[in-house]
């Protein structure tokens, strides 16, 4: 590469994505009290101070008879770290979510870029609807890193340039790729959550089986972990019955 304005940057290359809760009201008391509402009234409000281990059984009842409300009265808020491609299909999911995400227009962008690890399975074998991902062979391997990274340099190279010139960010990032890292503020609660859980992670315990694109699947395994952390009588009702948002 010539001399630009890009070389003062270091590009970053990364198979991995960032996932970290930043604040949360939520615990299984919330389900509790927002359940009990309906049957004591503000005597509900006694559950704040109980151990919420002796009301399991009422949540797992709320979650196998899809009583899905009293699951919505929390609140996380997360930071994640992704590749642009996964927030634009992340983005499709919008009740009981708010987004905040960095912008182009507003700031320039840093050159840190997505290529696939070696454990990224890269090959689609089957027909739409009926198909598997296979692994990669080495070969496939160092093309798909080496393709990447020239490109996306490539790109980021003009990007400099166009700033450089005087060209407003939001026109210069239009040649920028979806393989660029951006950040945002993903808040939701128990119940969204689980949707997205239900369609973004595939597992052993699904009544209904997922098959989510790997990327997005490792921001929601992060995400499922730290909420199973938050509200684990919650979290063992959801397994228990299929991982099926009520």
Same mark, same amino acid.
């Given at each position: 590469m010539?001399?630009?304005?890009?070389?003062d940057?270091?590009?970053?290359?990364?198979?991995?994505?960032t996932?970290?809760?930043?604040?949360?009201t939520?615990?299984d !008391?919330?389900?509790?009290?927002?359940?009990?509402?309906?049957?004591?009234?503000?005597?509900?409000?006694?559950?704040?101070?109980?151990?919420?281990?002796?009301?399991?059984?009422?949540?797992n009842?709320?979650?196998?008879?899809?009583?899905?409300?009293p699951?919505?009265?929390n609140s996380?808020?997360?930071?994640?770290?992704?590749?642009?491609?996964?927030?634009?299909?992340?983005?499709?999911?919008?009740?009981?979510?708010?987004?905040?995400?960095?912008?182009?227009?507003?700031?320039?962008?840093?050159?840190?870029?997505?290529?696939p690890?070696?454990?990224?399975?890269?090959v689609?074998?089957g027909?739409?609807?009926?198909?598997?991902?296979?692994?990669?062979?080495? *070969?496939?391997?160092?093309?798909?890193?080496?393709?990447?990274?020239?490109?996306?340099?490539?790109?980021?190279e003009?990007?400099?340039?166009?700033? !450089?010139?005087?060209?407003?960010?939001e026109?210069?990032?239009?040649?920028?790729?979806?393989?660029?890292?951006?950040?945002?503020?993903?808040?939701?609660?128990a119940?969204?959550?689980?949707?997205?859980?239900?369609?973004?992670?595939?597992? *052993?315990l !699904?009544?209904?089986?997922?098959f989510?694109?790997?990327?997005?699947?490792?921001?929601?395994?992060?995400?499922?972990?730290?909420? !199973?952390?938050?509200?684990?009588?919650?979290?063992?009702a959801?397994?228990?019955?299929?991982?099926?948002?009520?």
């Amino acid at each position: 590469m010539t001399d630009s304005p890009a070389d003062d940057l270091q590009p970053g290359f990364r198979s991995d994505v960032t996932v970290e809760l930043v604040k949360h009201t939520a615990s299984d !008391a919330d389900v509790l009290f927002a359940a009990r509402v309906s049957t004591v009234g503000e005597q509900s409000l006694d559950e704040l101070g109980k151990d919420p281990e002796r009301s399991k059984g009422l949540i797992n009842y709320l979650m196998r008879d899809r009583h899905g409300s009293p699951f919505e009265h929390n609140s996380m808020t997360f930071f994640i770290s992704a590749p642009i491609f996964v927030f634009r299909e992340f983005m499709r999911h919008r009740v009981g979510w708010s987004y905040n995400e960095e912008s182009g227009r507003y700031r320039e962008l840093q050159p840190v870029f997505y290529v696939p690890g070696e454990s990224r399975k890269l090959v689609q074998q089957g027909r739409p609807g009926k198909y598997v991902f296979v692994e990669g062979t080495p *070969e496939q391997q160092k093309l798909v890193n080496h393709t990447m990274e020239q490109s996306y340099l490539q790109a980021y190279e003009a990007y400099q340039e166009m700033l !450089a010139a005087g060209v407003a960010r939001e026109v210069a990032r239009a040649v920028l790729p979806v393989g660029l890292f951006s950040s945002m503020y993903a808040t939701c609660n128990a119940r969204s959550l689980m949707h997205f859980l239900g369609l973004r992670t595939q597992h *052993e315990l !699904a009544k209904v089986p997922s098959f989510p694109q790997r990327e997005i699947e490792m921001v929601g395994e992060k995400m499922e972990a730290e909420w !199973a952390a938050l509200m684990p009588l919650t979290y063992a009702a959801f397994n228990a019955n299929g991982r099926v948002a009520p």
